[in-house]
């Protein structure tokens, strides 16, 4: 999914979110800003799988709140990526989420979300680092009954953090595969998809020294060999 500058009306990516699914034997294309749906669904049709990316604030309109101070959005991506979601799901096709990515799947299947974590959500837990931004800053706790956990073989390990909004209420439909020390849930996935992962950290920035986040990467291009 694209990425979006306001101010220069303009659509941008990460290189690390390209990289990494290229290290792991995939071919990134970035869709663009639109929603049609009968060009997302032969945009659908030329794809393996779907990489929902970090970015903006997710509205909560999704999931039935007021906006309150301190937070942005972008409806226009919103909009999009819910027409690309429910296709993804009908389809069975593979759907990766990163940072938005986790925010956003959780609350457009009916979960909510912290909406700006320093006024709603009391940690020491330093859940929006300084860069560099591929340095871990803080632990995850694994389940061991997760999907997480058969792909990584660990029960702990040690992310970056960059986000203010996070996973409250869990969607239905989705289980927790990872948590932070302070509670926060840190990975979800759906055990009734061929594959739908999503993590709050960020494996764009880490893929190049981080063994754990090219498993992410590779798992997510496996799962749709």
Not at 17 to 38: H, K, N, R, S, V
Not at 70 to 93: F, H, N, P, W, Y
Not at 126 to 150: A, G
């Amino acid at each position: 999914m694209p990425l979006w500058d306001d101010e220069k009306e303009s659509m941008w990516m990460l290189p690390g979110y390209f990289e990494g699914i290229i290290q792991a034997g995939g071919t990134p294309i970035m869709f663009p800003m639109l929603t049609d749906e009968q060009e997302l669904r032969h945009l659908m049709s030329i794809t393996d799988g779907i990489l929902f990316t970090g970015g903006h604030d997710v509205s909560p309109e999704l999931y039935g709140e007021e906006l309150i101070e301190g937070v942005s959005g972008c409806k226009m991506r919103d909009d999009m990526e819910k027409i690309v979601l429910r296709m993804a799901i009908e389809t069975d096709k593979p759907v990766l989420g990163i940072c938005r990515g986790i925010q956003f799947i959780n609350a457009a299947l009916g979960g909510t979300l912290y909406q700006d974590l320093p006024t709603r959500f009391n940690s020491e837990i330093d859940h929006h680092q300084e860069p560099p931004y591929d340095v871990p800053v803080h632990s995850v706790n694994i389940l061991k009954d997760s999907p997480l956990y058969s792909c990584l073989n660990l029960e702990k390990i040690q992310v970056n953090s960059y986000h203010h909004q996070a996973v409250k209420d869990v969607a239905p439909g989705l289980k927790v595969m990872a948590t932070a020390e302070d509670g926060l849930v840190e990975g979800l996935y759906m055990p009734d998809h061929r594959f739908l992962w999503a993590v709050q950290w960020h494996p764009e920035f880490s893929y190049l020294k981080d063994e754990n986040s090219q498993k992410i990467f590779k798992a997510f291009i496996d799962s749709v060999l």
